[in-house]
C-alpha cells in the first residue's frame, strides 16, 4: 500500500505561483509513476500533469503546459507541482496518484482509472 499526502494548496491571486507537494509513505515510489490530477466544482476529475517513475518523461495536458513543472525526488519519495502563471481556472482540488510502472504507461497516462492510490486532495484557489 502506499499512501498520498498532499500539501502546498492554498488562495493566490491570477499570476501568482503555488508549489504542491505529494508525500508518499508505506512503500517507495521509485517505481512507480506519478501523477496530479485536478477537479473543479460541478467538474469530472481531469488529468493534469504525470511523471515517470525515473522522472526521464512528463506529460502536461495543454492547458499547463509552459506554466506547471512536475518533479519528483526519489530520495524523498516526494513528487512536486509547480504551478506559475495559475489563472482562475486553474481553482480545483488537486490530487496526487501513483500507479506501477508498465509498457502502458505511456498511452494511458492521463487516465485516472489507471491509477492505484490517491491522496486526499489539496485546494488550490486562484483569485482573479
Known amino acids: 500500500q502506499v499512501q498520498l499526502v498532499e500539501s502546498g494548496g492554498g488562495l493566490v491571486q491570477a499570476g501568482g505561483s503555488l508549489r504542491l507537494s505529494c508525500a508518499a509513505s508505506?512503500?517507495?515510489?521509485?517505481?512507480?509513476?506519478m501523477g496530479w490530477f485536478r477537479q473543479a466544482a460541478g467538474k469530472e476529475r481531469e488529468f493534469v500533469a504525470t511523471i515517470s517513475w525515473n522522472g526521464f518523461s512528463t506529460y502536461y495536458t495543454d492547458s499547463v503546459k509552459g506554466r506547471f513543472i512536475i518533479s519528483r525526488d526519489n530520495a524523498k519519495n516526494t513528487v512536486y507541482l509547480q504551478m506559475n502563471v495559475l489563472k482562475p481556472e486553474d481553482t480545483a482540488v488537486y490530487y496526487c496518484?501513483?500507479?506501477?510502472?508498465?509498457?502502458?504507461?505511456?498511452?494511458?497516462?492521463?487516465?485516472?482509472?489507471?491509477?492505484?492510490?490517491w491522496g486526499q486532495g489539496t485546494q488550490v484557489t486562484v483569485s482573479s
Open positions: 508505506g512503500r517507495t515510489i521509485s517505481r512507480y509513476n
Open positions: 496518484a501513483a500507479r506501477m510502472t508498465s509498457l502502458s504507461y505511456s498511452g494511458t497516462y492521463s487516465l485516472d482509472d489507471k491509477y492505484d492510490y
